[in-house]
C-alpha cells in the first residue's frame, strides 16, 4: 500500500517525527528501514497502531534516530561559526539532514511462518532541523519560502541589531529558493550603495546556510558579486540591511530585511556567538562592565607535624609541610553587567540555554558556558532592563600533589 502522512517539508528534531503507512489487512507488523542525510541509520519492528475492515494502519515516529545525526555534537564546533574576521556563505551540513522511511510488509504464510516482503513502500522525504517553532504555530513555515512571506532568518531577534566596527555576526538560514544576498549600505551623509552578493547554489536546494555580516566580515572583504562590492571601510557608514533572495538578472528579496546600525568602537563590550534555538547561530555584542574572576577551589589538608627523634639535629623544621591543597581547581569567568532592551533581554535567554557558547577572545573563539540564571525578558513600565550574566570557562589545568 502507501505512506499516507508524512512530517512537513522541513521539520525539527525536538518534536515528534511521525510517518503513517496504510498496509493490507493481512500485515501484522512492518519492517521499517530509517534514512538520514541518505544513509541507513536504523531498522525496526512496528506494530499495527489500528485497523479496519480494509486496511492495517502503522503510525511510526522515528524521532530518536535524527536526534543524534544533528548538530551540536560534544567534540566539534558547529559549522554555522565560520572564520572570524571574514566574509563567507557557508553550508552547513551538519544541522540539516534529509529524512525518509522504506516499509515492508510482514505476513503470517500458510505454513504460519512469518514473512517479510521484498517490497518497499516509500514515503516522501522531509528535510530535519534542530529547531523550535516560532511562536505557536507547531511548525516551522515561516523559516523558508514560498510558505514564509518573508520568511524569517533561523534567529530569535529579527529587529536591528546595534555593533561596533570590529564585530563579527551570523545569520542563518534556509536555502531553498535563494541563490543571493543583498547588502544595503547607508553613508553618513544619507547616500546609498546596493551589493548583491552571489550564494553560488541551486535555488532548488533543500540546504541550510550561514551568512557573515557583521562590519568586520564585510568592509573590505571580497566575495563573487552580482551587483556593486563591499565599501573598503567602515568610517563613512551609518548603518547597513542585510536579506537573501533570488537573483536572475536582477534581486527579488525573499526573506525579512535586518538592520544593522554601526557604532563606534570601545573597549567595554564582549562579542558572544552561540547555537540558537531555531538550529542557527545567534551573535551579540554586550556593552557595560565587564569584569574576569577566578574561582579556586581544592582540599586543605592538615598533615601531622614530623618529629626528628634522632639525636643532634632539629626536631623540626619551619618548612616542613604541614599544611597542603590537593584536587585544586581554578575556574575563569566574565561577569557582565548590562542594560538591554526588553527584546534583547528575551533574546539574551536563548543565551543562557544554549548548549554551544563562544566569546571572542584575541580573535579566536573561546569556549564557555553561561550559568544558570533567573532572567527579567518585560517590563511594562521601563524600556530597558538591566541584566547580570556569567561566562564560565573550562577548568585550567594546574599542579598537583
Known amino acids: 500500500m502507501s505512506y499516507t502522512i508524512n512530517p512537513d517539508d522541513i ?19 512492518q519492517k521499517i528501514e530509517v534514512y538520514v542525510g541518505g ?17 492495517s494502519i502503522f503510525d511510526t515516529n522515528v524521532q530518536s534516530f535524527v536526534q543524534s545525526e544533528l548538530a551540536p555534537f560534544v567534540e566539534s564546533k558547529t559549522t554555522v ?13 551538519d544541522v540539516i539532514k534529509s529524512l525518509y522511511c522504506k516499509a515492508f510488509a510482514e505476513t503470517i504464510n ?40 518573508d520568511f524569517k532568518f533561523l534567529t530569535a531577534l529579527n529587529g536591528q541589531r546595534e555593533i561596533n566596527e570590529n564585530t563579527n555576526l551570523y545569520l542563518s538560514f534556509l536555502g531553498r529558493g535563494n541563490n543571493a544576498t543583498e547588502f544595503e549600505f547607508f553613508t553618513n551623509s544619507g547616500s546609498s550603495s546596493v551589493t548583491v552578493v ?17 562590519a568586520a566580515n564585510l568592509f573590505g572583504s571580497t566575495a563573487i558579486f552580482h551587483v556593486g562590492n563591499f565599501p573598503a571601510s567602515s568610517t563613512a557608514y551609518a548603518y547597513y540591511n542585510v536579506s537573501v533572495g533570488r537573483y536572475d538578472g536582477a534581486y527579488t528579496r525573499l526573506s525579512e530585511k535586518i538592520k544593522i546600525n554601526l557604532n563606534p568602537d570601545c573597549s567595554d563590550n564582549i562579542e558572544v556567538h552561540w547555537f540558537g534555538i531555531h538550529g542557527g547561530a545567534e551573535s551579540f555584542v554586550f556593552k557595560g562592565l565587564i569584569e574576569e574572576e577566578k574561582r579556586i577551589e581544592g582540599d586543605i589538608i592538615n598533615l601531622s607535624q614530623k618529629w626528628n627523634v634522632a639525636g643532634g639535629s632539629a626536631k623540626a623544621n619551619s618548612y616542613d609541610k604541614q599544611i597542603i591543597r590537593s584536587d585544586s581547581k581554578v575556574n575563569k569567568s566574565i561577569v557582565v553587567t548590562a542594560s538591554v532592551t526588553n527584546d534583547e533581554a528575551e533574546y539574551i535567554s536563548t543565551l543562557i540555554s544554549s548548549p554551544e557558547v563562544y566569546v571572542v577572545l584575541e580573535n579566536k573563539y573561546v569556549s564557555v558556558i553561561v550559568e544558570n540564571y533567573t532572567i527579567n525578558t518585560s517590563n511594562n513600565r521601563n524600556p530597558f532592563i538591566d541584566i547580570s550574566i556569567k561566562l564560565t570557562f573550562a577548568n585550567q589545568p ?3 600533589l
Open 198 to 214: 552571489d550564494m553560488v547554489n541551486s535555488t532548488a536546494n533543500n540546504s541550510l546556510y550561514t551568512i557573515s555580516y557583521g
Open 398 to 400: 594546574i599542579s598537583q
Open 11 to 29: 521539520s525539527s528534531s525536538l518534536y515528534p517525527l511521525t510517518f503513517r503507512n496504510v498496509d493490507a489487512t493481512a500485515t501484522v507488523q
Open 39 to 55: 544513509s541507513l541509520s536504523g531498522t525496526f519492528k512496528a506494530s499495527k497502531s489500528s485497523s479496519n475492515s480494509t486496511a
Open 110 to 149: 500458510s505454513s504460519g511462518f512469518l514473512v517479510t516482503s521484498t517490497s518497499e513502500q516509500l514515503s516522501s522525504t522531509c528535510f530535519i532541523i534542530p529547531a523550535n517553532f516560532y511562536g505557536y504555530n507547531y511548525n516551522l513555515a515561516d523559516f523558508y519560502q514560498p510558505s514564509g512571506n
Open 81 to 93: 561559526f565560520p572564520s572570524l574576521g571574514a566574509f563567507s556563505i557557508t553550508e552547513n551540513t
